[in-house]
């Protein structure tokens, strides 16, 4: 059956090199991690910090950053491991795909603090040169669930509706009819490609925010959780997966709605923050002379 669809999704998601199977979602991710870190040391360098260091910090951040993914997402769809047919092993297999970005943000976050200490940087200003590099890595990432056919919205007829399979996760593949056909469950909204635009739009404001205004230390951060969090609340809301919900509404709706709220309130009060310390600096210079 041919369905009318712009976008074909990939029948397969892992290969293997010899006994080693390399998995596109895990190359996405890997891929996004040194965008991430070199556009970061361009961005650290241009502060006047030492671009080698990032790499020190990110040898705590990505790790963290992981285990908090993997963990957000376990918490937050427990049936899927601990439910009736759930399996509490299939919990470690991140290669399947399951990464939340509130726990890998909140963790990596956790992580890039220990490293900044230990590498004495400081740490506003790398979560700053961070910021942009952060959410292309998140767009590249969000390929990796286009091979794994995975996290898209309802159904459309749209000129760029995405082909979806059934897809058997154990194996890495698309599950196939008697004929050798890849079996097609129907067009969908390509939410991972809405969000893979958005997190690049997102990234170019940053970068322009950064240059245009005079902003303060922490504030370009700030600036990327608002700006993701606003375009996670729409998209979230297409998505079709099966999810936990409050209130009506699924819980990463919730999560972006809390998140976006700290992300304003960090931004005003870095704001604030940097007021105060220069209204009192021009009394602390007359006394030091």
Not at 40 to 67: C, H, K, N, S
Not at 70 to 81: G, K, T, W
Not at 224 to 246: K, S
Not at 253 to 263: D, E, I, K, M, Y
């Amino acid at each position: 059956m041919v369905l009318p669809t712009e976008i074909p999704s990939p029948t397969q998601g892992v290969w293997y090199l010899g006994p080693v199977p390399l998995r596109a979602y895990a190359l996405c991710i890997l891929a996004g991690i040194l965008v991430a870190v070199w556009l970061t040391q361009r961005r650290l360098a241009a502060r006047g910090g030492d671009p080698e260091r990032v790499i020190d910090v990110a040898m705590w951040a990505v790790p963290f950053g992981i285990v908090g993914g993997r963990l957000y997402h376990v918490i937050s769809s427990p049936q899927a491991y601990f439910g009736e047919g759930g399996h509490p092993v299939d919990a470690l297999k991140i290669w399947n795909g399951g990464l939340g970005i509130w726990g890998a943000v909140a963790l990596g976050a956790l992580g890039a603090w220990i490293g900044c200490r230990r590498s004495g940087v400081s740490y506003l200003d790398f979560a700053d040169a961070l910021a942009p590099g952060l959410i292309i890595a998140q767009a590249i990432g969000r390929w990796g669930n286009w091979f794994n056919n995975e996290l898209y919205g309802g159904p459309t007829d749209l000129p760029w509706a995405l082909q979806i399979h059934e897809w058997d996760a154990t194996t890495g593949k698309a599950v196939r009819d008697a004929g050798g056909q890849a079996v097609v469950l129907g067009s969908y909204h390509p939410t991972f490609l809405y969000e893979s635009l958005w997190c690049l739009g997102v990234a170019a404001l940053l970068v322009w925010a950064d240059r245009r205004f005079r902003l303060r230390p922490g504030q370009v951060f700030a600036l990327y959780v608002m700006g993701y969090t606003l375009g996670r609340v729409w998209i979230e809301m297409m998505r079709v997966d099966q999810a936990n919900h409050v209130l009506g509404l699924r819980l990463n709706v919730w999560t972006s709605l809390l998140v976006f709220a700290f992300g304003l309130a960090w931004f005003v009060l870095a704001r604030r923050q940097s007021r105060s310390v220069s209204t009192a600096d021009p009394m602390e210079s007359h006394t030091s002379e």
